[in-house]
């Protein structure tokens, strides 16, 4: 199966008086065409930032330090603006975790989704109107011919979020890259968006669904990579994760989900907080938190370790769990 996103050893970061902060430290991830690959870790983990990084879309002054990102095989880091810009929208789109912040406030919505149609597209006034129109209806925009000449500001925060994700999936993108798309949304609209990326997927775009809803991923994800403080700490396909987690992190994010399926009204989270960037502890980064600390873990980042099936793990104690 071909490749859509190839993203090799990426770190991006952005300086402080500290010196550099890399909030995003050598991440290795891959999403096949027609697949849906999962992105998830606890708030401040560098998922957005990562996400940022493909579509050059990083804000200043933060930027790529080093590693590659092939689009469908074309290198993206050090491609000039213009061709990257090119790329965006018809190659690849993301959907932004703020939408607000996309939108221009002083455009109507149909005409915003029009332009998207026809940068890319030669396409007649007629043809881009009818086929935004289709696109609002289809991510369940009410009365989508009328809300079309509404200004951004005249619709509630789940109207234009949809309005963002029709504008993302309308040229059908070889990449899809989501960003927490559907926390503003109630759950009937939420079952609509994700339908329609499964939809999507199975058209041969390849998705990165970033998320904290475990729920959400372990619904429509092939293949799952959790990141710690920066880093891949573990990836496997998604049922091998969900039945065998192996990183202690990935346990208490699974854990934090269940105690409250469980029907518990408390969330059991993980003790501690993710670490400050520009004061990581010594050694893998989740230690300080580990119940499994043991003391080879400060000393050195443990490597990626393949434990069979393509189940990576970034963590020594479940690496000697597993060989016991
Ligand atoms: N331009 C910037 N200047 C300073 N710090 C930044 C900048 N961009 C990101 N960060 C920091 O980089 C880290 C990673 O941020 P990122 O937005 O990627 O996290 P995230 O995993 O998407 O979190 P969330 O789940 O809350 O969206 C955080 O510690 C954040 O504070
Ligand atoms: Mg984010």
Known sequence: MRNILEVRHLCAGFPTLKGEAVAVNDVSLTVPEGKIVGLVGESGCGKSMTARAVMGLIRYPGRVIS??????????????KKEKRALRGSEMSMIFQEPMTSLNPVMKVGRQV????????????????????????????PEAKKRCLCYPHQLSGGLRQRVMIAMAMILGPRLLIADEPTTALDVTV??????????????????????????VIAQLCDHVYVMYAGRIVESADVNELFDRPLH?????????????????DVLDTIPGAVP??????????????????????????????????GHLVRCRPAEGEEAK
């Open 67 to 80: 590693g590659s990102i092939l689009l469908d095989g074309r290198e993206l880091v050090g491609m000039p």
């Open 248 to 264: 202690p992190y990935t346990r208490g994010l699974l854990n934090s989900v269940r105690s409250l399926r469980g029907g518990g």
């Open 190 to 215: 939420e079952a609509q968006i994700l339908q329609l990326m499964r939809t999507l997927s199975s058209g041969g775009t390849g998705i990165l669904l970033i998320s904290h809803d475990l729920g």
């Open 276 to 309: 400050n960037l520009t004061r990581m502890p010594a050694g893998c980064g989740f230690s300080p938190r580990c119940p499994e600390r043991c003391d080879e873990c400060v000393m050195d980042v443990p490597g990626l370790v393949d434990m069979g099936n």
């Open 114 to 141: 029009e332009e998207a149609i026809r940068i890319h597209e030669k396409v007649t006034a007629e043809e881009a109107a009818r086929r935004s129109v289709e696109i609002l209806t289809k991510v369940g925009v």
